[in-house]
């Protein structure tokens, strides 16, 4: 029973640090946000007529698009136990293997979601679109609520690697 304690005390230690993590991830959509209202009135822009700003436009949404498939198909990937994303030599840390791939697939996926918002922050400055800005931090905030850490997922993960060691 004390191995059993040690472990769920080692993934609950992972997990408050994966919650912070993506914290960070999540809270930086609202700092990008704060930085471009403050410097909206300031900005001056300057786009040549020539220039395919609506082409970009239209760019920056699908690519927003295909990140969200793309995040979805490869947390699934990621998350099988059988895969291997983390470093695989034994390290002296004391973090359950579960830990280490749950958080690699957390900060993966929460970075390309962050990059929706990233494209917003793009297009108001190339153009101060700040609809474009707005509609793509809701959907990179409401995509990195959606697909946020959930214990569940780990204590799962957690479970499927230790049986597949066990074998």
Known sequence: MD?????????????????????????????????????EKSI??????GFPLKTIRYALFGVSCITLFVVYYLRKFLMKPNISIANSRQTSSNQHPAV?????AIILTSALLEGIGIYGVILFLLAKDTLSLYQLFII????????????????????????QRGR
Request: net charge negative.
């Open 3 to 39: 191995e059993e304690q040690n472990e769920m005390a080692r993934l609950e230690a992972g997990w408050r640090m994966i919650l912070v993590i993506w914290g960070v991830l999540f809270a930086s959509l609202g700092v990008y946000l704060i930085v471009c209202m403050n410097i």
């Open 44 to 49: 001056q822009i300057n786009v040549d007529p």
């Open 100 to 104: 280490g791939k749950y958080t690699v």
């Open 140 to 163: 990179s905030a409401a995509a990195m609520i959606f697909f946020r850490p959930r214990k569940e997922e780990l204590l799962h993960l957690a479970t499927q690697m230790n049986e």
